[in-house]
């Protein structure tokens, strides 16, 4: 490894529902990982926003992680993210604000620029398009602005509460947009490796060599994202990994759905070329036994000199989820 210390990890949970299981199963679940990952150590953690999609449980993000914060003392929680142009700026600075009043110094804003979601969806979710992409800079400043607000401050619109809280603001991406808005911000930045692993690194150099300090951060701060699968043996482990290379076949093919259960052999489920999106997509993965991800969290460190990682895990069966964290970070504790 380099001189540099060692990059924090945190969590990123998209509370997935197993085939079989409800939506109540899989918040019960995300309540133990949080429990657990309080309890290891871990830095964050994460829920991520997603629309019409019957196999992930955390559409209504805000309101999780309010769960989670009261059934939790120390860990921090927060959103990896809330996609903006599906809110108005000052619903999401309120919704924060009222979580930052009732955990204070507990709670993280993480920003995406995507919808999240189908055109059908996002017409579903605004109603009208006036929550544009293109509006993006503009509603980061403008949450920013509120929650930096002086004492004495009373702009015409403020979020009660949310106004002067200081709450922490991330923009995350799978592109280059965001990684040159952060910068420009000064805003600590998150790369989405686990699914969209192609720019990582050019992302994450437009963003150092571009950032501007700003009151909030006076140098850059990057978090990468990687899916991580453990188990006790590295067989066991790609089995555990096939549920997640099924949700990303059917994601391809335009039919999502609950969590598939683990199989023994993928070579009947997808075609070749479907083989080589998943494999390209899911390429930021480590995948093995406890020496496996520990030599894998020191490469990615290494090579991507990230100040955080977060890790991410689909897997269909509680005990074996929770257990691949567990191991995640004995292998992070053991670099």
Same mark, same amino acid.
């Given at each position: 490894?380099?001189?540099?210390?060692?990059?924090?990890?945190?969590?990123?949970?998209?509370?997935?529902?197993?085939?079989?299981?409800?939506?109540?199963?899989?918040?019960?679940?995300?309540?133990?990982?949080?429990?657990?990952?309080?309890?290891?150590? /871990?830095? &964050?953690?994460?829920?991520?926003?997603?629309?019409?999609?019957?196999?992930?449980?955390?559409?209504?993000?805000?309101?999780?992680?309010?769960?989670? !914060? %009261?059934?939790?003392?120390?860990? &921090?929680?927060?959103?990896?993210? @809330?996609?903006?142009?599906?809110?108005? =700026?000052?619903?999401? !600075?309120?919704?924060?604000?009222?979580?930052?009043?009732?955990?204070?110094?507990?709670?993280?804003?993480?920003?995406? &620029?995507?919808?999240?979601?189908?055109?059908?969806?996002?017409?579903?979710? &605004?109603?009208?398009?006036?929550?544009? @992409?293109?509006? /993006?800079?503009?509603?980061?400043?403008?949450?920013?602005?509120?929650?930096?607000?002086?004492?004495?401050?009373? =702009?015409?619109?403020?979020?009660?509460?949310?106004?002067?809280?200081?709450?922490?603001?991330?923009?995350?991406?799978?592109?280059? #947009?965001?990684?040159?808005?952060? %910068?420009?911000?000064?805003?600590? /930045?998150?790369?989405?490796?686990?699914?969209?692993?192609?720019?990582?690194?050019?992302?994450?150099?437009? #963003?150092?060599?571009?950032?501007?300090?700003?009151?909030?951060?006076?140098?850059?701060?990057?978090?990468?994202?990687?899916?991580?699968?453990?188990?006790?043996?590295?067989?066991?482990?790609?089995?555990?990994?096939?549920?997640?290379?099924?949700?990303?076949?059917?994601?391809?093919?335009?039919? =999502?759905?609950?969590?598939?259960?683990?199989?023994?052999?993928?070579?009947?489920?997808?075609?070749?070329?479907?083989?080589?999106? @998943?494999?390209?997509?899911?390429?930021?993965?480590?995948?093995?036994?406890?020496?496996?991800?520990?030599?894998?969290?020191?490469?990615?460190?290494?090579?991507?000199?990230?100040?955080?990682?977060? @890790?991410?895990?689909?897997?269909?069966?509680?005990? %074996?989820?929770?257990?691949?964290?567990?191991? !995640?970070?004995?292998?992070?504790?053991?670099?």
């Amino acid at each position: 490894m380099s001189d540099k210390k060692t990059a924090s990890l945190s969590v990123l949970d998209l509370a997935p529902i197993p085939q079989g299981a409800t939506a109540r199963d899989a918040f019960h679940t995300s309540l133990a990982m949080a429990q657990q990952a309080e309890q290891l150590g /871990f830095n &964050r953690y994460w829920l991520a926003e997603h629309h019409n999609m019957t196999g992930i449980a955390s559409a209504a993000t805000s309101v999780l992680i309010g769960y989670l !914060a %009261a059934n939790t003392s120390t860990l &921090r929680l927060g959103s990896g993210g @809330v996609m903006l142009p599906n809110h108005a =700026p000052l619903v999401i !600075a309120e919704q924060f604000g009222t979580l930052e009043s009732l955990y204070p110094g507990r709670i993280d804003l993480g920003l995406g &620029r995507a919808p999240g979601s189908d055109q059908r969806t996002m017409m579903a979710l &605004r109603r009208h398009m006036g929550g544009h @992409v293109d509006n /993006f800079p503009a509603d980061v400043a403008e949450i920013v602005g509120w929650f930096d607000a002086e004492q004495g401050e009373a =702009p015409a619109v403020q979020p009660v509460p949310g106004l002067g809280l200081k709450i922490p603001v991330w923009l995350l991406g799978s592109s280059l #947009y965001s990684a040159q808005l952060a %910068a420009k911000l000064g805003l600590p /930045f998150a790369f989405a490796s686990h699914f969209a692993p192609e720019m990582l690194f050019q992302a994450l150099h437009l #963003y150092r060599e571009n950032f501007k300090p700003s009151a909030r951060l006076a140098q850059p701060h990057a978090m990468v994202c990687v899916n991580v699968v453990a188990a006790d043996s590295e067989g066991d482990a790609r089995f555990l990994f096939t549920s997640m290379q099924q949700q990303f076949v059917n994601l391809r093919r335009g039919q =999502p759905g609950p969590l598939p259960a683990p199989v023994e052999n993928m070579d009947n489920l997808w075609s070749p070329s479907e083989q080589y999106g @998943v494999q390209q997509a899911l390429s930021m993965s480590i995948v093995g036994d406890l020496d496996k991800v520990r030599h894998g969290l020191s490469a990615l460190m290494r090579e991507t000199q990230a100040d955080e990682i977060m @890790v991410n895990g689909q897997i269909f069966d509680k005990e %074996a989820r929770l257990r691949s964290f567990a191991l !995640a970070m004995e292998a992070y504790r053991s670099l």
